[in-house]
């Protein structure tokens, strides 16, 4: 199993450009990858100023450009592909990833803690994490600042994923550092997609931060791409390492776990 | 609030001699220090090879020498002092840490994950996590290996703690990093007060890793020792920081969290 993290700089808007960009950087990868995994937002850019921007580019599940060019390249290359995609619906627009496979969508998920100004544009996740198997792999997506919550990738994991897909779109420093240590505290592989670049607009502007990178079971860093560059990454995953939570003769990370000790938010005064 | 990490290298077995030690080092801090934070197990050390060698140094909470010195430098240094002992009681040895006030015991904790050979050697801990109030500051007591959970924070920030009192005796390098990732995503302070030096006994060999660190609740080192070397470095607290977890204008880490969607593992198939 081998999964590879594309770094892009989206051109905001420009979602047939942002697509063939893709396409051109997929073409660039060495040997087979099984798993791509692609920015947050990687189509339509991140910096949107107003709900009508929003809309005029998200599109829905059962009738997207994107997913359809998505599941072309997905077949040309044999492997899945997990993405961010701006998600029209009914109830508004979410931001969500998708995991193509060359079959068609395995899994698509809804960003459940929105970060800044998200919040003014975006619905709040309304689905629950979920863990997709594709050849032989369980792998659960999650977007970006779900990172700062460690349940994000305790849920993820506790449901059995081998590997977490993230992608993203980080402006803060810090995520690289944290998903070290969400690998670790899982042991399981994390894969963060990240977008570099500027983006500015209406008197915003926005740094991304590049540094997408791929995490092992044991917090190691397998590989990590720079601030300021497209990169394709790409590393061999060991299902079984993941799968076996034996940190050492004595500590087994899910025995060791004492849930009754753990306090939840309804549960304190 | 004046929280000071103290680093040490005790001697294995001579429990006196590390009391002097500490009583030494404390009479070093700089400045009015409201709370001294020692290592796990600082007067005894670490490295037992039977329950008979351990049982022989525990000590019963109601009749501990080494808590009555404890009793005595906190009363010295008008300060809390919270420190890692072996606890003696009717089922076993626990690895504990009390928190001791000048007018005696604010907490005692009794370490939920335990690491490696702790397992043959020490009870699991069997009480909850708590927070306590001292001089207007709520404090949690957490011990070593609970940082690889991240649940043992989670808990102590959700019952109000403004900083983890963190004696450790890390032998992998993880530690410092990670706490940093749990002081940033709980929005809290982090005080890890570690050993250093090297035990070697019956055929077994530990180095600790030093790095006694206290981390702000942005994620922010404050301070840091070295690998090897007596310390003692503290830094102030800012209270309302920590309790306000408003971290940008749209997000709050509490109000933020999606309970509902969070897996537990006896929901998990």
Not at 138 to 156: A, H, N, Y
Request: with cysteine; aromatic share 8%.
């Amino acid at each position: 199993m081998k999964v590879a993290v594309v770094q892009t700089n989206p051109e905001f808007g420009e979602v047939a450009a942002n697509l063939d960009a893709v396409e051109r950087q997929l073409k660039q990868s060495e040997g087979d990858v099984d798993v791509f995994v692609l920015p947050e937002l990687f189509q339509t850019g991140y910096l949107f100023l107003s709900k009508q921007e929003l809309r005029a580019v998200a599109e829905p599940v059962d009738a997207s450009p994107t997913l359809d060019r998505l599941h072309d390249l997905a077949k040309q290359h044999n492997a899945a592909i997990a993405a961010g995609f701006a998600e029209a619906s009914a109830d508004g627009v979410y931001n969500s990833s998708v995991l193509m496979g060359p079959r068609g969508v395995l899994s698509i998920y809804r960003k459940i803690h929105l970060f800044h100004e998200e919040k003014l544009y975006f619905q709040p996740g309304d689905r629950p994490f979920e863990v997709v198997e594709f050849r032989g792999a369980r792998m659960g997506l999650m977007i970006c600042f779900d990172w700062r919550f460690p349940e994000s990738t305790r849920s993820l994991a506790l449901l059995g994923a081998d590997i977490i897909l993230h992608p993203s779109n980080l402006v803060l420093p810090w995520c690289p550092a944290a998903m070290i240590t969400r690998a670790q505290e899982n042991n399981l592989y994390t894969a963060t997609a990240n977008r570099w670049g500027v983006e500015d607009r209406g008197g915003k502007k926005h740094r991304y931060i590049g540094q997408s990178q791929i995490v092992g079971p044991r917090g190691d860093l397998l590989v990590r791409a720079g601030e300021e560059e497209d990169a394709i990454l790409s590393a061999e995953i060991d299902l079984e390492f993941a799968r076996n939570k034996q940190v050492g003769p004595h500590n087994n990370l899910w025995e060791d776990r004492r849930e009754e000790f753990y306090v939840r938010a309804s549960d304190s005064p």
